[in-house]
Structure formats: C-alpha cells, structure tokens
Nanobody
C-alpha cells in the first residue's frame, strides 16, 4: 500500500510563496502520476495540479496557472508544488494523491486511490 505524506503548509501573507512536498513511502512502487488537490472550508475538494511520472507532463487548474509549479524528484520519490503569488482564495487543506492507473482526467479526485493526510495552507494578512 502506497503511503503519501504532505509537508510544507503554513500561514503566509497574500502575495507570498510556499512550497509543498509529497513524499511516497515506497520508492520501489511505481506510480503513474501524483495529483495535488485542495479543500477550502465549506467547499468541495478541487484538483489543483498533476504530474505524470512517465513523461513529466503537467496539468494545472485555471485558477493556479502561472502561479503554481509542480515538479518531481524521482530519486527521492517526492513531488513538490511551488506556490507563488498566493491569494486568500488559495486557503485550504492541500492533499496529494496517486492513482492505480494513468488518469484520463487528472484533476478529478475519483481517478485517485491513495491519499495523504493533508497539510493546511492559510493565506491571510
């Protein structure tokens, strides 16, 4: 069973930056992709970004394009989400997730089978 652990959340002022990390517990286990999702209070969880392991292809939600960058450190089995120009609406619990098969719709949570416990991101002055 693949286990994922997020880190890097915190409190940041609007316009600031944070770097989230997602570490996989089993480096020998191949995963097709890693996705990042977030859930704000009172709202449904939404897809933020995804990176495919086979070719490094990336996908971003329109709301974060140009501000967030997803990357993968294969040697360490870690995926990072660099978040710049943060806005209050970026506040929420951020989760990383991995699917058992290559996702056709990488920003849809039903494509994913393994989930981390989440890390809180708060953007506020």
């Amino acid at each position: 069973q693949l286990q994922l652990v997020e880190s890097g959340g915190g409190l940041v002022q609007p316009g600031g930056s944070l770097r989230l990390s997602c570490a996989a517990s089993d480096l020998a286990m191949d995963y097709y992709a890693i996705g990042w999702f977030r859930q704000a209070p009172g709202k449904e969880r939404e897809g933020v970004s995804c990176i495919y392991s086979n070719n490094g292809g990336t996908v971003y939600a329109d709301s974060v394009k140009g501000r967030f960058t997803i990357s993968e450190d294969n040697a360490k089995g870690t995926v990072h989400l660099q978040m710049n120009s943060l806005k209050p609406e970026d506040t929420g619990v951020y989760y990383c997730a991995a699917p058992r098969a290559s996702p056709l719709f990488p920003l849809f949570e039903y494509e994913y089978d393994y989930w981390g416990q989440g890390t809180q991101v708060t953007v506020s002055s």
